[in-house]
């Protein structure tokens, strides 16, 4: 455990915690780490959430079947990030999806449960510290999924996209600028398919609304874009 302090200080669960503190509670509640392969299912589905899980190192994805029967990529998450954590702290506790190392990965599970009972034992300042933090990341996931069902509320994958680049714009300051993840991320997050994605974006280069090459994108009619995006 102790190889991992470095990294966990630097999550958003142990924030505020220096490194003492952090083994403390990880001893005392029994947090423990496990090694996946790549393709290793770490949570099935309708499988009840016991432990959140802290990525240590590599990546996880969230895995579910469409209507049509094909795979669908519903989040990906990757080193540092918090897992499970809606799940292990509620009543109903099973999961709506398989969670699944999508390479060599290493968690850190913690009874998140277990910290947030009335009946845990009394960890002082450290315990507390934790429990506020994990109110902050449950909070900033229902504004992230709040955003999330504005963006797939536009009609059409063309406003999709616009939506979802000017967000970018807006964060980045720029009109040219690196779009976070990789093409099957971001085809996951507008729910569709990668090659629907492709010819969208092919269309969209056509029109001379942007430029993309790799990730990189150039928006080149932003009024326009605008206007999509409002649709």
């Known amino acids: 455990m102790e190889a991992y302090l470095p990294v966990l200080e630097s999550t958003a669960l142990f924030k505020g915690l220096d490194r003492a ?13 496990a090694f996946f392969q790549k393709g290793s ?10 432990n959140a899980g802290i990525v240590l190192s590599g990546s996880v994805q969230a895995e579910r079947n469409g209507a049509d029967g ?8 990757g080193a540092l990030a918090l897992f499970g954590d809606v799940l292990s702290v509620s009543q109903a506790g099973r999961s709506p999806v398989d969670v699944v190392a999508s390479e060599a990965t290493e968690v850190l599970f913690i009874p998140l449960h ?19 933090n994990l109110l902050h990341e449950l909070a900033d996931k229902y504004w992230a999924l709040n955003r999330r069902a504005e963006l797939l509320s536009a009609p059409t994958l063309r406003a999709r996209l616009a939506r979802r680049l ?13 779009l976070p993840g990789t093409r099957e991320a971001l085809a996951a997050e507008l ?25 990189q994108f150039q928006l080149l009619d932003v009024p326009t874009l605008c206007r999509l995006a409002e649709w």
């Open 41 to 50: 299912v770490i949570i099935r589905r309708e499988e009840r959430v016991e």
């Open 21 to 33: 503190e952090i083994a403390a509670l990880c001893h005392a509640y029994g947090c423990r780490t």
């Open 166 to 178: 000017l967000e970018e714009r807006r964060a980045q300051g720029s009109d040219s600028f690196v």
């Open 191 to 215: 729910c569709v398919n990668r090659s629907a994605l492709s010819r969208e974006l092919g269309n969209m280069r056509r029109d001379r609304l942007l430029a993309a090459s790799r990730g």
């Open 114 to 132: 277990e910290i947030m009972r009335d009946t845990a034992p009394d960890y002082g300042e450290a315990q507390l510290r934790v429990r506020m």
């Open 70 to 77: 094909s795979l669908r990529i519903v989040a990906r998450q």
